[in-house]
């Protein structure tokens, strides 16, 4: 059995019968057998018999146990072999992890929207700041098939926003968050794509997998409008954060219900001709990043600064590990309530932390050397 909907590089997790151990171990002597699964069965009571979660008794537990896997323990659920992890887990079979997984979210995401959440598809483009965002959903059960897109490995510089072990540089990012969400739950399906959107693969994720949804967290500027074109013209919602500073800046295109333009007319359509036939400066796709996609009003004075010095004391724009998480939970949330049919409108939505917790920003000196600073690059952009 396997996971992967497509042929790839990519190595899945393999399910074994507790009877076909004995030959996977003559094969690798040095497996390890990791077998917790009495734990489960301890949970699963408590979630089937809540009221005597503080009063069971052993004999409670193990009448239990015999009931749901007919006295043969090691024969329920699966065993799942990680390849990467040379180790072997017993897990139960799959409605029960996910009764697990899941008992917690009750009752702020009931059992019957659990359901919906899990026959969902959603693919997520770009996996520095997205990889947080996969980790949100798949946390809450959000999405049984998951599309997983970029073109890079891991760097080291990539550790502030993906959550990985140093081993994994020069690891494929896909490969990397594919396996972590593996062993999570091993019975969600991946379809991976190693070598980032294209025009071609936009058409097969849209067209053959039908996602519910798409969060696109990519660089690339002219794949964004392509994508939007795209997602309009097969009514699929577009959502994408920008991390900004501390902060969080949410972007909806609800095209699955509203007739809207894409980025919701925010961009000048001079200007999206000019990016999707790549005939704007490197500045000038600076500053349409700066005016259009963030908003001088959204960029923090710290951003501001550091962003001056790209190229002379920085190597790149800054981007905080904080803000991708803090992305990958609104992404996260806004994906549960679209799915769940909740009045999610378009638009733009900035998900500020620092100036309502930090004093530093409504102080005079702050105030007056941030607009000093957005002064200047109104100027700059009208000469």
Known sequence: MTNISKESELLPPEFYKYTELINLQNQHPELFLDDTIDF??????????????????????????????????????????YPWLNRVVHFPPVTELRALRTSRNRNLITSDEQLILYKST????GMSVGSNVVEALVSQGIGGKLILVDLDIIEPSNLNRIRAPYHNVGLHKVEAISRKIWEIDPYL?????????THENLEEIINNYSPNIIVDEMDDLRMKILLRESSKKSKIP?????????????????YDIEEIEIFNSQIPDDILDKLKNDKLTRPEIGMAIGKYFVGLDNTPLRMFESLAQVGKTLPSWPQLGGAAALSGVVLAMVS??????????????????DSNIDLEHTQPDHIKKLEQIKNHLREMDRG
Do not use: C
Not at 238 to 254: E, K, P, Q, T, Y
Not at 337 to 350: C, V
């Open 238 to 254: 577009v959502i994408m954060a920008a991390d900004d500073g501390d902060n969080s800046l949410i972007d909806i295109d609800r």
């Open 336 to 353: 549960r309530k679209i799915l769940l049919g909740e009045k999610i409108q378009s638009g733009r939505t900035l998900v500020e932390i």
């Open 122 to 125: 959603i693919a997520v483009i």
């Open 189 to 197: 399906e991946i379809i991976p794509f190693f070598n980032g959107i």
């Open 40 to 81: 489960a069965i301890d949970e699963l009571f408590d979630i089937e018999y809540p009221a005597k979660k503080d009063s069971k008794s052993k004999t409670d537990v193990d009448k239990f146990k015999i009931e749901i896997t007919n006295g043969k323990s090691n024969n329920w659920g699966t065993w799942v072999y």
